[in-house]
């Protein structure tokens, strides 16, 4: 019997092929590989070519027939002078081995040089180019996204990650009504579907059993430019160019551009930002608006006060206040007026004493008539001047106590309906209805007087009660049949209603 190290033990060998363990041709293979193919050189178009955080580079390289893996790592990666992107034609040099992990054969590039820009790529550019010309990226066509939209439709798988991250991502900022169109995001029938999902969104009519929605969202994941290549497909960005409905593109990577990113309303970088920019955190809004209503209370506060103190400040006071000072200077007015004027005549008197001497008495007579004359004259002047003004200053009286009048009457009449009302409410609450109404009696004499004491109920020919609801006469009983002495005094049930 024959044993290998890594082999199960056989009692009797089938034949004369030797028996090798999974490991023993991987290896076998890697050592053929390197043996026959130990640095080569190779000319392709890059393709799924992604930094590791590890800071190595994995992908492809590939012409219209084949492909081959590339592994770069990170010490050769450090003297790359420009950054490898799919589509991008490039020399790449090194050893060709295997990977016997995967059963797959790769290259280790050590060095690698830009060669020109790959087919794929220069056929996106002159489509685009294309594209442009006709105006279907232009600005203008740009749409405003809704602040709120009440529904939002998704075209993407439904079973990938972009979907959930997309619905976990509006649950927590803003729950929204969510429509999700299913379409294939790669292979030959892609284009037709996203295409078709977007022109049937915008075809929904609104008000029908189907919301139509406010915004549309076109999200993928990330993949390699073959992997997008149905976002570059005319047909879809005319679709999105044609959308009347405002349409958000999230399709890869925040490094991945298509040419939806150019037609649509606004390119996302991820499907997560995609739905942050479609709507706002509900949050954040609520707490603007408790802010925003606590600053218009504080504002209403502020003018009210505001408005308080000018009325304060531009209320009029009591008429007596205000007729005070023109009653006094109209009295002192009326005082000095008559001294005034004797005080003129004595001066007047005095000149033409004066005068009178040194005159003939002609001449005498002649001036002393002209002076009582032109005094006469001066003296009626000034009594019209006085009564006019008397006349003025009463009549700027009276307008102004007319006007006031109004004020002053109506406090007056506000103060003496106020203390009315107190004095009825008073009068209501200590009134013996009050207290008839909880079930007490007011025992009445014949003269209508109270009667408080019981001796003086017994005297009484005659009784009134009265109650809540009414009068009642009855006729007290008295006790034993005649004869002298002091009445006994009345019992409660002694009383007989007439």
């Not at 190290?5 to 050592?31: F, M, Q």
């Not at 294309?130 to 998704?154: H, N, S, T």
């Amino acid at each position: 019997m024959r044993c290998r190290p890594i082999s199960r033990c056989v009692s009797k060998p089938i034949d004369n092929i030797p028996e090798y363990s999974v490991s023993e041709i991987a290896g076998a293979l890697k050592r053929s590989v390197e043996a026959a193919f130990g640095q080569v050189r190779v000319r392709g178009e890059l393709s799924g070519f992604r930094r590791h955080s590890s800071g190595h580079w994995y992908g492809a390289i590939k012409d219209a027939a084949a492909l081959v893996d590339l592994v770069m790592f990170k010490g050769a990666a450090a003297g790359l002078s420009f950054r490898p992107e799919d589509g991008l034609e490039v020399v790449v040099s090194g050893k060709l081995t295997t990977y016997p992990g995967r059963s797959k054969y790769q290259i280790i590039v050590e060095r690698m040089a830009p060669a020109g820009v790959g087919a794929l790529l220069q056929q996106i550019e002159q489509r685009r180019l294309r594209l442009a010309a006709e105006g279907l990226f232009d600005a203008d066509r740009k749409q405003p996204l809704p602040y709120i939209p009440r529904v939002i439709g998704v075209v993407t798988s439904p079973t990938g990650a972009v979907i959930r991250d997309i619905l976990h991502r509006l649950a927590d900022r803003f729950p929204r009504h969510v429509l999700v169109w299913p379409v294939a995001v790669q292979g030959e029938a892609a284009a037709g579907q996203i295409a078709a999902a977007i022109r049937g969104f915008n075809a929904i009519a609104p008000g029908g059993s189907i919301p139509r929605p406010d915004l549309i969202i076109v999200a993928r994941g990330g993949g390699s430019i073959e992997d997008l290549a149905a976002f570059n497909e005319e047909s879809v960005v005319r679709a999105v160019a044609d959308s009347h409905i405002p349409l958000i593109s999230a399709v890869g990577h925040e490094t991945d551009t298509t040419l939806i990113d150019f037609a649509s309303d606004w390119r996302a970088p991820t499907p997560t930002a995609a739905a942050e920019r479609a709507v706002p955190v509900r949050a954040e809004l609520a707490a603007q608006l408790a802010m925003l209503g606590a600053r218009l209370d504080r504002a209403v506060r502020r003018g009210v006060a505001l408005r308080r103190q000018r009325s304060d400040a531009v209320r009029l006071p009591p008429a007596r206040a205000l007729l005070a000072l023109p009653s006094q200077r109209a009295d002192d007015l009326a005082d000095r007026l008559p001294r005034a004027l004797n005080a003129v005549a004595s001066r007047w008197r005095g000149r033409l004493a004066t005068a009178g001497g040194a005159l003939r008495p002609a001449l005498i007579h002649a001036r002393a008539d002209l002076a009582r004359r032109r005094l006469a004259v001066a003296a009626t002047a000034l009594d019209r001047a006085a009564l006019a003004a008397t006349a003025r200053a009463r009549a700027r009286l009276d307008t102004r106590a007319a006007r006031l009048r109004p004020f002053l009457v109506a406090t007056l009449a506000a103060r003496a309906r106020a203390r009315l009302g107190e004095a009825g409410r008073l009068l209501v609450s200590l009134g013996p209805e009050q207290v008839l109404a909880r079930g007490y009696a007011l025992v009445l004499g014949p003269d209508g007087r109270p009667i408080t004491a019981a001796a003086a109920a017994a005297r009484a020919p005659r009784l009134t009660i009265r109650l809540r609801d009414g009068d009642t006469q009855v006729v007290p009983a008295r006790a034993g049949g005649g004869g002298g002495g002091a009445p006994a005094a009345p019992r409660p049930d002694q009383g007989r209603l007439l």
